[in-house]
């Protein structure tokens, strides 16, 4: 089974920067769009950014020109840098990717929509 792990969170002051990483677990040999989503206390959990296997790139309009998307398919990764990081950016944020090919025993198989677990990152005033 394929497996998505967030790595970069932590604490920050208001107006610093932080990278998320984000590595899906090996013998895969394809994946489709990926993304990155968050949740605050409270809060429904939304679209930050998403990335798709040709590198066209997507954000929600309360992260343009502060985050930027990246993904480097040879090692199945998916990054966000995140810049100018404001008191509201808090939240656990979540990788996600919708179709992953990966291998079982040798045998290609699909499968849709995986999150990881989320890695928390906190923005002090």
């Known amino acids: 089974q394929a497996q998505l792990v967030e790595s970069g969170g932590g604490l920050v002051q208001a107006g610093g920067s932080l990278r998320l990483s984000c590595v899906a677990s090996?013998?895969?040999?394809?994946?489709?769009?990926m993304g990155w989503y968050r949740q605050a206390p409270g809060k429904q959990r939304e679209l930050v950014a998403t990335?798709?296997?040709?590198?066209?790139?997507n954000y929600a309009d309360s992260v343009k020109g502060r985050f930027t998307i990246s993904r480097d398919n040879a090692k199945n990764r998916v990054y966000l840098q995140m810049n100018s990081l404001k008191p509201e950016d808090t939240a656990v944020y979540y990788c996600?990717?919708?179709?992953?090919?990966?291998?079982?025993?040798?045998?290609?198989?699909?499968?849709?929509?995986?999150w990881g677990k989320g890695t928390l990152v906190t923005v002090s005033s």
């Open positions: 990335i798709t296997a040709g590198g066209t790139t």
């Open positions: 996600n990717a919708d179709r992953i090919g990966y291998y079982i025993d040798s045998r290609p198989v699909y499968g849709m929509d995986y």
């Open positions: 090996e013998n895969i040999f394809s994946i489709n769009d």
